[in-house]
């Protein structure tokens, strides 16, 4: 194929990470490649906050699960949909700022995933590895204020990056004739296809050298999916101006 599809069919979130730092230059180079990711309206609705104070990071390592790997990765980014700046943009033009849709919601949200997507992306092109945290919205309002991050702006999730120090297997995914789909939704086929992946998943699973263990794609889905998932995100997200007209 080519370097890039190689590099992204390589992907596998990694949680143990040498103890080589990430130099500065280098984490620009890879946070101004990943700003060129497309953005609805040209808004660029994010910020991304590097975690370096060692407090703050034991402080959000605890309330993301624990998760040590945020303590003990070289580099913590947090990144959050922004639309603080747009509303100063209004002010600057003399407008006031209609707050409060979600479809600003979305825009920003979608906005704070893609600039982290190409973030990954652009790390692991350069030998670097990590992992997502979604972790840190259990308790986002601390995120929140351990980051001084003001109304109208808010933590989507965290980012570990640093050098591998654990070579894990890749996770299989769905297969593509599963999420592709021609000119109209359809899943009529669907069960069958997902008892052939569960299959697949319960033999990675059963294989893989950490954390092996009875599983399948089907039976993960189930245990999350059938109980509550992070309800106090409506109220808090209310509480950031994110009130979802
Ligand atoms: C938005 C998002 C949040 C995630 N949050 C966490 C997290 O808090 N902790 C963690 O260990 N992995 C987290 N992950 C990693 C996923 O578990 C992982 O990407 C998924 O299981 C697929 O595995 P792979 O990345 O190794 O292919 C997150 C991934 C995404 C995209």
């Known amino acids: 194929m ?12 990694i949680r143990k990470f040498e103890e080589k730092p990430v130099e500065e230059n280098l984490i620009r180079t ?48 947090v990144f959050c949909a922004d639309l603080k700046r747009h509303d100063k943009a209004c002010g600057m033009c003399g407008m006031e700022m209609v707050k409060g849709y979600t479809e600003q919601f979305i825009i920003a949200t979608v906005d704070a995933a893609l600039v982290a997507q190409n973030t990954m ?34 933590p989507v999730f965290g980012m570990c990056l640093g050098y591998p120090a654990e070579d894990p297997q890749l996770k299989p995914r769905l297969p593509l004739d599963i999420v592709l789909k021609v000119d109209r939704y359809t899943d009529a086929t669907e069960q069958v296809q997902l008892s052939s992946y569960d299959q697949v998943c319960c033999d990675y699973y059963n294989q893989r ?11 993960q889905m189930s245990r999350l999916m059938c109980r509550e998932m992070r309800p106090h995100m409506r109220a808090f997200l209310e509480s950031k101006g994110f009130p979802m007209k």
């Open 2 to 13: 080519n370097q890039v599809i190689e590099v992204m069919k390589q992907h596998r979130s």
């Open 30 to 77: 890879i946070l101004e490649a990943a700003q060129h990711a497309s953005t609805s309206n040209f808004v660029q609705a994010y910020s991304v906050i590097n975690v370096v104070d060692t407090s703050k990071r034991a402080q959000i390592a605890e309330l993301a699960g624990p998760q040590p790997w945020i303590e003990q990765c070289p580099l913590f980014l």
């Open 121 to 154: 992306l652009a790390a692991e092109s350069l030998g670097l590895g990590g992992v997502y945290i979604g972790g840190i919205r259990n308790d986002p309002e601390k995120v929140c204020h351990l980051l001084d991050i003001p109304d109208l702006v808010y």
């Open 209 to 219: 050298e950490c954390a092996n263990r009875d599983d399948n794609w089907t039976q």
